[in-house]
């Protein structure tokens, strides 16, 4: 089992910024590759970014390429999502998740854990 737990969330003007963490316990961290994936009001969840094992490898929604960084620090068991130039349509729910999959995967059924969410709100 692995155990996600998300903060820095909050309220935020557009154009401004938020860093994202997420803090992982249980088993080995860097055994897994980690996502972000977000949920707005009345619409589907989507992904956002993910990592790899070794933070070689990221990738990232068109929505936010260029925006947000996502990284990740093994030692301290943590995955990050800086968000810069917040829009009003990235007002969601964000949640991080852990994959077996090794170079990190867009796919939400190949994530086995799941956090519980923080919430993103970027007033215009």
């Known amino acids: 089992q692995v155990q996600l737990v998300e903060s820095g969330g909050g309220l935020v003007q557009a154009g401004g910024s938020l860093r994202l963490s997420c803090a992982a316990s249980?088993?080995?961290?860097?055994?897994?590759?980690m996502g972000w994936f977000r949920q707005a009001p009345g619409k589907e969840r989507e992904f956002v970014s993910t990592?790899?094992?070794?933070?070689?490898?990221?990738y990232y929604a068109d929505s936010v390429k260029g925006r947000f960084t996502i990284s990740r620090d093994n030692a301290k068991n943590t995955v990050y999502l800086q968000m810069n130039s917040l829009k009003s349509e990235d007002t969601a729910v964000y949640y991080c998740?852990?994959?077996?999959?090794?170079?990190?995967?867009?796919?939400?059924?190949?994530?086995?854990?799941w956090g519980q969410g923080t919430q993103v709100t970027v007033s215009s």
């Open positions: 249980g088993r080995t961290f860097s055994n897994y590759a």
């Open positions: 998740a852990a994959s077996r999959v090794v170079t990190g995967t867009r796919a939400e059924h190949e994530y086995d854990y």
């Open positions: 990592i790899s094992r070794s933070g070689g490898f990221r």
